[in-house]
């Protein structure tokens, strides 16, 4: 079974410093998927970046950029610049990418928010 | 690209009734899956579909719940005899495989009360 632990219930970052997310995951199975979704107070979900497990570069978009440290099943969301609207729930979840999966485990979020 | 829709965003339903929530997904995503949310927690899959054949569905999924998606287009999620622990959001999502990523695309979801 898969899962996926973000400790941080809560953060605060004040605007356009940068903030690290994080998210630890355990599963058995090599080949993975990692994701962040980031939920503002509307509820819908917004894909924001992905991880596979078998990337040798850290992914990024834009602002946001995934430290991924695989030994230490790690996979942490870096917001550079933060800005007043990043402010939301943020979740890091995974999917096994074997033929007949795709679903995936999420965490319990991080709420940010940023301060003007 | 509509993206993903959901309906009726909101229903408010008493003890014992049955609800349907229908979900349209993006229209080249052969995966659709259904989600549960609670205040505070992430959310919990529930089921999933690729094209029309249900490929998998939670444990934790009584037999109240059905899900359905004729066609392998919309999908229709039922709970039959609703229950106050239902009180949810119900969210869809859609993919289609990107390499080796199946990153998934959400409806608005549709919040649930049973009063």
């Known amino acids: 079974a898969q899962k996926i632990t973000q400790t941080q219930p809560g953060m605060f970052v004040q605007e356009k410093e940068a903030v690290t997310l994080d998210c630890t995951y355990d599963?058995?199975?090599?080949?993975?998927?990692l994701f962040w979704y980031k939920q503002p107070s509307s509820g819908e979900m917004i894909f924001l970046i992905y991880?596979?497990?078998?990337?040798?570069q850290n992914a990024t978009e834009g602002r946001y950029s995934l430290n991924f440290q695989k030994a230490r099943k790690s996979a942490n969301l870096v917001i550079s610049a933060s800005q007043l609207g990043d402010s939301a729930m943020y979740f890091c979840?995974?999917?096994?990418?074997?033929?007949?999966?795709?679903?995936?485990?999420f965490g319990d979020g991080t709420t940010l928010t940023v301060k003007p | 690209d509509t993206g993903v829709s959901q309906n009726p965003r909101h229903k408010i339903t008493k003890r014992g009734q049955n609800v349907t929530f229908r979900c349209d997904p993006i229209?080249?995503?052969?995966?659709l899956y259904w989600y549960r949310q609670t205040l505070g927690q992430g959310p919990e899959f529930l089921t999933y579909?690729?094209?029309?054949?249900?490929?998998?569905k939670s444990r934790l999924l009584s037999d109240r719940f059905s899900a359905e998606r004729p066609k392998g287009s919309f999908s229709t999620l039922e709970i039959q005899r609703t229950e106050q622990g239902d009180s949810a959001m119900y969210l869809c999502?859609?993919?289609?495989?990107?390499?080796?990523?199946?990153?998934?695309?959400f409806g608005p979801g549709t919040r649930l009360t049973v009063t």
């Open positions: 991880q596979g497990s078998y990337d040798q």
């Open positions: 599963t058995s199975d090599p080949s993975y998927g």
């Open positions: 999502a859609s993919s289609a495989r990107t390499g080796f990523s199946y990153e998934q695309y």
């Open positions: 979840a995974m999917s096994l990418q074997n033929t007949n999966a795709g679903k995936s485990t």
């Open positions: 229209s080249e995503h052969n995966r």
């Open positions: 579909f690729q094209n029309e054949a249900q490929l998998e």
